[in-house]
């Protein structure tokens, strides 16, 4: 593979074809100007402040790498989607971006942003050009008209397109984060087709740091290109030339420390690969006819691995027998049980393998712990935590020793070989970690020890103690002597200050901790990490390193000043080795944590407690945009288990992400782009779906408009009411993309208005469940019917799972008796609602394919009628006329023939009661209800006997029994007819 291959796309006159938009005010200047879009009417201020993209990245204020620039430039001059490799960062690339159209003469939206991306931009942007989303509508139309920037969520700006409240036609652009997860049906790809329906100038710029996503299914970089509305592919992998030209002069120092695995440990490691080995096996020999190529061993102690076997079993899981079931969920299990062994301390490892000990989850699953091999897990676990005499003498973690001697010996050794004023100054260390659980690991034993960390985790997981080993006590005997003697040699406002706010933090957290896992609950760890554990810690050093250093004794104590975190204040005031334990990305700041802590801290080493790709390259791209000689670059100490499950998955992702991105280098070099993909001719018929007036019964037809007159010609385009709340959905972006206009108000009646006639309530699965055993559809369908003739019900499938409702997986994860309660109920349902009409839909594709079919040749539905309709407000003459009437008689009468909801009221209005609806004449009710035909339906149902055919007569003891129901003052033909069945028998 070639460079040229990778190499971007550049143009090389790029600096007389940048855009106008690209504009900053004169040099010192903070923010950016306005331009016209004709240069012509440019004043000579505005020209001197001109400048082209080029020479905005020659400003001081632009710190940008090689390879980023290269990014910026090919953004900046075409619309397009940039794939960029785990760690190489396009956020700085965006930043600038977003700088250079921040001014109020632009309105700039970036949509499918996380929240902390969010609050990351905004904090780096000036903020009277960032705008926040208003509530109400008439606000947000206001703030539109002021341009700047806005992240906004895509449902308000979908309704906000929909209802034309935003100018669509002076929209700037549009940023679209995470790429990869633009599908046709979501409701970013319907905002950009909105968008690019009546603006054909506007730009569209797609990120995305997730190049395994786009080798899921067929063509998919084609498809999320073709949805985004861009043509041009910017690929960036670590192997880019570029990006090796930048990061490899300013390489920080590695080195890698293999931290033999014990033995105990690595037989369990084996062990455990072999049962899964076995269950690959078996789920292979099983199902013979399924494609099951992603299930391998390798793949399987991965940590991706579940997603992708789910999504590919999803179709045909009513389809699997209950082994493979088992087989998908017990691979899972023993994956957590893989980790643990590896990760977590013995006592919690040996806490959570006691839990499928039991005899009822041995009754639950697959069979694999009636194996050999399970039996050796059991065992070993148990000797990791007891010894020989069954005394409680836990083994520690195999990382533990190896980071102590890297704190208390490597590193302060090296730091007093470093040269120049370097070594005045305390260490700076960063740890950085897998997750939460981890982190509090690894500050609990640098703060406690390990003695007394493994014995509180034995308390805390309800793991027997019994007699503790002799070499156990004397370990905890020590830590007691090394806190006493440093409490005594230490200062006591200092041995006041830190170490009584960790014991007023940690112990109260330690007994919720017990409490919470006191309850045999799966989710407990899950709550626990949410209680207990933190993503970052501070430490620093407690008493002198001494020449021999005891690993057990507790040299470490926490900072509280962590809360704010504000770390340039918590080094002023400790001058002391500062130790930070960090994990690799936040719930708060997601991935940018890493590269925020870097800055803040500047560490002088970094320890890899486990491998991460992405953390990895962020350390690389953090020390070549500091640029700093050899001597003065940080460590990096990797602590790795080799030849183990850790090295392999790491060694996986990368291949995965190297694989992913030769998949998509060459799809690029062999897909063919038509010219009208991005939207801005005219010529893009994939925007347009026409419905001419000409053609018999509103056939629908696809033509490709020519020329713009031709998209203005008359045609009658069908219409659908959408209810707000079904903006969730894909739905509304499907009946759109296939040519029906969407119309989104806010109805109190069903979810979808396809005529006068016609409502729709749509109901997923789970919704249909939960609305049954509410009674919360019962009445949404007797509003349906009493206000609309052809009330729907549509159940609506997952286009990824079996279109499939008997079963325990898809119906309820609950006993076969409640689905067959939600079989009953749907029964009841349509025995009460004789003109309610259920549809079945597969997906939301099919869905739409209906809803356009039933609208051929109906009439179009009012969007006020419809809003009025079943409101308090008397808004529309049936809901003022139905507040006059007795909704038992109105639902009733409705259910006669020839009574429907455009001539019901006129009949409550004129019929005065039932008795004198027997005394008129048939041509009187056909007046009454202005048709010839419903008149005879309902004077026929009124006095013409109804009675079963011949054959189909039972007995005469059921028509003497309905005479006598009737009695003496019924009508005589009840008798008549009686009478001839009883002749016609002799």
Same mark, same amino acid.
Request: glycine share 4%.
């Given at each position: 593979?070639?460079?040229s291959?990778?190499? =971007?796309p550049?143009?090389?006159?790029?600096?007389?074809?940048?855009p106008?938009?690209?504009?900053?005010?004169?040099?010192?200047a903070?923010?950016?100007?306005a331009? =016209?879009?004709s240069s012509?009417?440019?004043?000579?201020?505005?020209?001197a402040?001109?400048?082209?993209?080029e020479?905005?990245?020659?400003r001081?204020?632009?710190?940008?790498?090689?390879?980023?620039?290269?990014?910026f430039?090919?953004?900046?001059?075409?619309?397009?989607?940039?794939?960029?490799?785990?760690?190489?960062?396009?956020?700085?690339?965006?930043l600038?971006i977003?700088k250079v159209?921040? &001014?109020?003469g632009n309105? +700039?939206?970036v949509i499918?942003?996380?929240?902390?991306?969010e609050?990351?931009?905004?904090t780096?942007?000036?903020?009277?050009?960032?705008?926040?989303?208003?509530?109400?509508?008439?606000?947000?139309?206001?703030?539109?008209?002021e341009?700047?920037?806005?992240f906004?969520s895509t449902?308000i700006?979908?309704?906000?397109?929909?209802?034309?409240?935003i100018?669509?036609?002076?929209i700037?652009?549009?940023?679209v984060?995470r790429?990869h997860?633009i599908i046709?049906s979501?409701?970013?790809?319907?905002?950009?087709?909105?968008?690019?329906q009546?603006?054909k100038t506007?730009?569209?710029k797609?990120?995305?740091?997730?190049?395994?996503?786009?080798?899921?299914?067929?063509?998919?970089?084609?498809? $999320?290109?073709?949805n985004?509305?861009v043509?041009?592919?910017?690929?960036?992998p670590?192997?880019?030339?570029?990006?090796?030209?930048?990061?490899?002069?300013?390489q920080?120092q590695?080195i890698?420390l293999?931290?033999?695995?014990?033995?105990?440990?690595?037989s369990?490691?084996?062990?455990i690969l072999?049962?899964m080995?076995f269950?690959v096996?078996?789920?292979?020999?099983?199902n013979?006819?399924?494609?099951l190529e992603?299930?391998?061993?390798?793949?399987?102690?991965t940590?991706?691995f579940?997603?992708?076997?789910? !999504?590919?079993?999803d179709c045909?899981?009513?389809?699997?027998?209950?082994?493979?079931?088992?087989?998908?969920?017990d691979?899972?299990?023993?994956r957590?049980?893989m980790?643990?062994?590896?990760?977590?301390?013995?006592?919690s490892a040996?806490?959570?393998?006691?839990?499928?000990?039991?005899?009822?989850?041995?009754i639950s699953?697959?069979?694999?712990?009636?194996?050999?091999a399970?039996?050796?897990i059991?065992?070993?676990?148990? #000797?990791r935590v007891y010894?020989?005499?069954?005394?409680?003498?836990?083994?520690?973690?195999p990382?533990w020793?190896?980071?102590?001697?890297?704190l $208390?010996?490597h590193? =302060?050794?090296d730091?007093?070989?470093?040269r120049?004023a370097q070594?005045?100054q305390? =260490?700076?260390?960063?740890?950085?970690?897998?997750?939460?659980?981890?982190c509090?690991?690894?500050?609990?034993?640098? $703060?406690?020890?390990?003695?007394?960390f493994l014995?509180?985790q034995?308390?805390?997981?309800e793991?027997?103690?019994?007699k503790?080993?002799?070499k156990?006590?004397?370990?905890?005997q020590?830590?007691?002597?090394?806190e006493a003697?440093?409490?005594?040699?230490?200062?006591?406002?200092?041995?006041?200050g830190p170490?009584?706010e960790?014991e007023?933090?940690?112990?109260? *957290?330690?007994d919720?901790?017990? *409490?919470l896992?006191s309850?045999?609950?799966?989710? !407990?760890?899950?709550?626990?990490? #949410?209680q207990?554990?933190?993503?970052?810690?501070?430490?620093?050093m $407690? *008493?002198?390193?001494?020449?021999?250093?005891?690993p057990?004794?507790?040299?470490?104590?926490?900072?509280?000043?962590?809360?704010?975190?504000?770390?340039?204040?918590?080094?002023?005031?400790?001058? #002391?080795?500062?130790?930070?334990?960090q994990?690799f990305?936040?719930?708060?700041?997601?991935?940018?944590?890493?590269?925020?802590?870097l800055? #803040?801290l500047?560490?002088?080493y970094?320890i890899m407690?486990?491998?991460?790709?992405?953390?990895?390259?962020?350390?690389?791209?953090?020390?070549?945009?500091?640029?700093?000689?050899p001597?003065?670059?940080?460590?990096?100490?990797?602590?790795?288990h080799?030849r183990?499950v850790?090295?392999?998955?790491?060694?996986?992702s990368?291949?995965r992400?190297?694989?992913a991105?030769e998949?998509?280098i060459?799809?690029?070099?062999?897909?063919?782009?038509?010219?009208?993909?991005?939207?801005k001719?005219?010529?893009a018929f994939v925007?347009?779906?026409?419905?001419?007036?000409?053609?018999?019964?509103?056939?629908?037809?696809?033509k490709?408009?020519?020329t713009g007159?031709? +998209?203005?010609?008359?045609?009658i385009?069908p219409?659908?009411?959408?209810?707000?709340?079904?903006?969730?959905?894909?739905?509304?972006?499907?009946?759109?993309?296939?040519?029906?206009?969407?119309?989104p108000?806010?109805?109190?009646?069903?979810d979808y208005?396809?005529?006068? &006639?016609i409502?729709?309530?749509?109901?997923s699965i789970s919704?249909?469940?939960?609305?049954?055993?509410?009674?919360?559809?019962?009445?949404?369908?007797?509003?349906?019917q009493r206000?609309?003739?052809?009330?729907?019900l549509?159940?609506?499938?997952?286009q990824?799972?079996p279109?499939?409702?008997?079963?325990?997986?898809?119906l309820?994860?609950?006993?076969t008796?409640?689905n067959a309660d939600?079989?009953q109920?749907?029964q009841?349902l349509t025995?009460?609602?004789?003109k309610l009409?259920?549809?079945?839909?597969?997906?939301?594709?099919?869905?739409?394919?209906l809803?356009?079919?039933?609208?051929?040749?109906?009439?179009e539905?009012?969007?006020?009628?419809?809003?009025a309709?079943?409101s308090?407000?008397?808004?529309?003459?049936?809901?003022?006329?139905?507040l006059?009437f007795?909704?038992?008689?109105h639902d009733f009468?409705?259910?006669l023939p020839g009574?429907?909801?455009?001539?019901?009221?006129?009949l409550?209005?004129?019929?005065?009661? +039932?008795?004198e609806?027997l005394?008129?004449?048939?041509?009187e009710?056909?007046d009454?209800l202005q048709?010839?035909?419903?008149?005879k339906?309902l004077?026929?149902?009124l006095?013409?006997?109804h009675?079963?055919?011949? &054959?189909?007569v039972?007995?005469?003891?059921?028509?003497?029994?309905?005479?006598k129901q009737?009695?003496s003052?019924?009508?005589?033909?009840?008798?008549k007819?009686?009478?001839e069945?009883?002749?016609?028998?002799?």
């Amino acid at each position: 593979m070639s460079d040229s291959e990778l190499q =971007p796309p550049i143009e090389i006159n790029a600096a007389s074809e940048a855009p106008p938009d690209v504009a900053t005010e004169a040099t010192g200047a903070t923010g950016s100007t306005a331009l =016209p879009e004709s240069s012509d009417s440019l004043n000579d201020e505005d020209l001197a402040n001109l400048v082209t993209a080029e020479e905005y990245l020659l400003r001081k204020d632009v710190v940008l790498l090689e390879y980023e620039k290269q990014m910026f430039l090919d953004l900046i001059h075409q619309d397009g989607l940039l794939v960029c490799g785990k760690g190489l960062s396009y956020e700085r690339v965006l930043l600038n971006i977003l700088k250079v159209y921040s &001014d109020a003469g632009n309105l +700039l939206l970036v949509i499918n942003s996380s929240d902390w991306e969010e609050q990351y931009y905004k904090t780096q942007l000036d903020s009277k050009y960032v705008h926040e989303v208003a509530n109400t509508a008439t606000e947000r139309e206001r703030v539109y008209l002021e341009g700047g920037l806005q992240f906004i969520s895509t449902r308000i700006l979908v309704v906000d397109l929909l209802k034309q409240r935003i100018p669509i036609e002076l929209i700037t652009g549009i940023i679209v984060l995470r790429a990869h997860s633009i599908i046709e049906s979501c409701q970013e790809a319907f905002a950009l087709r909105l968008f690019r329906q009546r603006n054909k100038t506007g730009f569209i710029k797609a990120f995305s740091s997730s190049p395994e996503s786009f080798t899921i299914g067929y063509a998919h970089i084609e498809r $999320t290109m073709r949805n985004l509305f861009v043509k041009q592919l910017f690929i960036w992998p670590r192997f880019h030339a570029t990006v090796r030209a930048a990061l490899h002069p300013w390489q920080a120092q590695t080195i890698e420390l293999h931290v033999p695995l014990s033995t105990r440990i690595s037989s369990i490691q084996t062990h455990i690969l072999d049962i899964m080995n076995f269950l690959v096996r078996e789920i292979k020999r099983i199902n013979r006819t399924v494609d099951l190529e992603a299930i391998t061993v390798e793949n399987c102690v991965t940590k991706k691995f579940h997603k992708i076997l789910q !999504a590919q079993l999803d179709c045909i899981w009513h389809q699997l027998n209950s082994q493979t079931k088992l087989i998908v969920a017990d691979l899972k299990i023993l994956r957590s049980l893989m980790i643990s062994t590896m990760y977590h301390d013995s006592v919690s490892a040996y806490a959570l393998i006691k839990r499928y000990r039991g005899t009822e989850y041995a009754i639950s699953n697959s069979g694999w712990t009636l194996l050999d091999a399970a039996e050796q897990i059991f065992m070993l676990s148990k #000797q990791r935590v007891y010894n020989g005499q069954n005394e409680f003498e836990p083994e520690p973690c195999p990382k533990w020793q190896a980071l102590t001697e890297l704190l $208390t010996s490597h590193i =302060p050794g090296d730091m007093r070989r470093r040269r120049g004023a370097q070594h005045l100054q305390p =260490p700076k260390v960063l740890i950085l970690c897998q997750d939460a659980r981890t982190c509090y690991q690894l500050k609990q034993y640098l $703060t406690q020890g390990g003695a007394r960390f493994l014995l509180q985790q034995a308390m805390r997981h309800e793991v027997q103690v019994g007699k503790l080993s002799d070499k156990l006590s004397k370990e905890s005997q020590s830590q007691v002597m090394a806190e006493a003697t440093e409490t005594e040699t230490k200062p006591k406002a200092k041995a006041e200050g830190p170490k009584a706010e960790l014991e007023t933090t940690v112990t109260p *957290q330690l007994d919720e901790l017990a *409490q919470l896992l006191s309850e045999a609950d799966v989710d !407990a760890d899950v709550q626990l990490q #949410q209680q207990l554990f933190e993503e970052s810690y501070m430490l620093t050093m $407690t *008493q002198p390193v001494s020449k021999e250093p005891d690993p057990n004794a507790s040299i470490f104590e926490i900072i509280p000043e962590l809360e704010q975190f504000d770390v340039s204040a918590a080094l002023a005031e400790h001058r #002391q080795p500062c130790i930070c334990l960090q994990t690799f990305k936040t719930e708060r700041e997601g991935s940018l944590a890493l590269e925020h802590m870097l800055e #803040q801290l500047q560490p002088h080493y970094v320890i890899m407690y486990n491998t991460n790709v992405t953390a990895i390259r962020q350390l690389e791209v953090f020390e070549a945009r500091r640029r700093l000689p050899p001597a003065e670059r940080m460590k990096i100490y990797f602590l790795i288990h080799a030849r183990t499950v850790e090295e392999q998955s790491y060694l996986t992702s990368l291949r995965r992400e190297k694989s992913a991105f030769e998949l998509i280098i060459d799809t690029k070099s062999k897909m063919v782009i038509p010219e009208y993909q991005d939207g801005k001719t005219d010529e893009a018929f994939v925007l347009y779906k026409s419905y001419d007036e000409e053609e018999p019964a509103n056939a629908q037809t696809r033509k490709g408009a020519t020329t713009g007159a031709a +998209l203005t010609t008359a045609r009658i385009t069908p219409k659908v009411i959408v209810d707000m709340r079904e903006f969730r959905s894909d739905l509304p972006c499907l009946i759109h993309k296939r040519g029906l206009e969407v119309l989104p108000v806010t109805i109190t009646i069903g979810d979808y208005i396809l005529t006068p &006639d016609i409502c729709v309530e749509r109901k997923s699965i789970s919704d249909l469940i939960g609305s049954l055993n509410s009674g919360r559809l019962y009445n949404q369908c007797v509003q349906m019917q009493r206000y609309y003739a052809k009330p729907i019900l549509l159940i609506e499938f997952d286009q990824n799972r079996p279109f499939h409702l008997q079963g325990k997986f898809m119906l309820s994860q609950q006993t076969t008796a409640t689905n067959a309660d939600i079989m009953q109920k749907l029964q009841l349902l349509t025995l009460h609602f004789p003109k309610l009409r259920l549809i079945w839909s597969p997906s939301p594709y099919a869905t739409a394919q209906l809803f356009e079919e039933l609208k051929l040749g109906k009439p179009e539905p009012d969007a006020q009628t419809a809003a009025a309709l079943g409101s308090e407000e008397t808004g529309g003459a049936a809901a003022g006329e139905q507040l006059h009437f007795n909704n038992a008689i109105h639902d009733f009468l409705l259910r006669l023939p020839g009574i429907h909801t455009r001539n019901v009221h006129a009949l409550l209005r004129r019929g005065v009661s +039932l008795r004198e609806l027997l005394k008129r004449t048939q041509s009187e009710l056909s007046d009454l209800l202005q048709s010839q035909e419903s008149g005879k339906l309902l004077w026929d149902i009124l006095h013409v006997a109804h009675l079963p055919e011949k &054959d189909e007569v039972a007995g005469s003891s059921a028509l003497l029994a309905a005479s006598k129901q009737f009695g003496s003052g019924s009508h005589n033909r009840f008798r008549k007819a009686a009478g001839e069945a009883r002749r016609g028998r002799r």
